[in-house]
Nanobody, 125 residues
């Protein structure tokens, strides 16, 4: 089991940037695929971005493509660089991990096993 802790949230004006971090309690290299999700008030949680367990390939939701970048600094640290932020990006953001042995497609947003506590991002117009 892996524990995840997010940091880096806050408030920013539209057009600005933020970088979220997620630290895992163990190495995720070739063991877990990692993702970022968000949930806006009154809306369902949605997938934002996923990175392959080898830290290479990435996959994005259409709503953030070209503005957000998911990356790994090392085997324990995940980032989400968010540029050109919009008010509609306001949400709680969650880091999540899914074991490579789950058998799920690495681009599958629907089922992740482990979740961080979430961090708030607020974008004002």
């Amino acid at each position: 089991q892996v524990q995840l802790v997010e940091s880096g949230g806050g408030s920013v004006q539209a057009g600005g940037s933020l970088r979220l971090s997620c630290v895992a309690s163990q190495s995720t290299y070739r063991r877990y695929r990692l993702g970022w999700f968000r949930q806006a008030p009154g809306k369902e949680r949605e997938g934002v971005a996923i990175i392959h367990s080898d830290g290479g390939a990435t996959y994005y939701a259409d709503s953030v493509k070209g503005r957000f970048t998911i990356s790994q600094h090392n085997a324990n640290t995940l980032y989400l660089q968010m540029n050109s932020l919009k008010p509609e990006d306001t949400a709680m953001y969650y880091c999540a991990a899914d074991s490579v042995w789950s058998g799920r497609s690495w681009t599958d947003f629907t089922q992740f096993e482990y979740w961080g506590q979430g961090i708030l991002v607020t974008v004002s117009s």
